[in-house]
C-alpha cells in the first residue's frame, strides 16, 4: 500500500512539474507596453532666457546643461564661467577659451547636468 501511496504521489508531481513547464514554454508572451518618455528639446532661445549666475544654461555640443548647481563647485572662479551662460559653448568648453580641453572626468560629470538636447535647427 504504501509502496503505491509513493508511485502515485510521485507520478503527481512529475505530472505537475511537466504541466508548468509546458505552460511556461508555451503561453503567449505577456504584452507590456512601456510609454517611452518625450526628451524635451532646448533652442538657443531659450537657453539665453538662464545667463545668470542663479539660473545658468549652456548649449554645449548639441546638448543643454544647467550647470547652476555647478558654478560654486567649478575649480576656478565662477567668474570664468559666467559669461557662458545662456550662450552656445561648445569651443569654450572644448578649448577652456585657452587651447587646452577638459579631461574625461570633466565631460564625464558634465553629463550630470544635462537637461535634454539642443533643437537641430537652433544652432
Do not use: N
Not at 538662464?50 to 565662477?78: N, R
Not at 572626468?105 to 547636468?113: K, M, P, S
Amino acid at each position: 500500500m504504501m509502496r503505491k501511496l509513493f508511485l502515485l504521489g510521485t507520478s503527481l508531481f512529475w505530472l505537475l512539474i511537466l504541466t508548468l513547464w509546458f505552460q511556461a514554454g508555451h503561453a503567449p508572451p505577456a504584452r507590456t507596453e512601456v510609454a517611452m518618455p518625450v526628451e524635451t528639446t532646448y533652442t538657443l532661445a531659450e537657453v539665453s532666457q538662464h545667463s545668470l549666475e542663479s539660473d545658468c544654461w549652456m548649449a554645449i555640443d548639441g546638448q543643454v546643461y544647467d550647470l547652476t548647481a555647478y558654478l560654486p563647485e567649478h575649480p576656478s572662479k565662477p567668474s570664468i564661467i559666467l559669461p557662458w551662460c545662456g550662450q552656445e559653448a561648445s569651443e569654450a568648453y572644448r578649448t577652456k577659451t585657452k587651447g587646452r580641453t577638459h579631461s574625461p572626468a570633466a565631460d564625464q560629470l558634465l553629463l550630470g547636468y544635462r537637461i535634454g538636447p539642443l533643437q537641430k535647427d537652433s544652432r
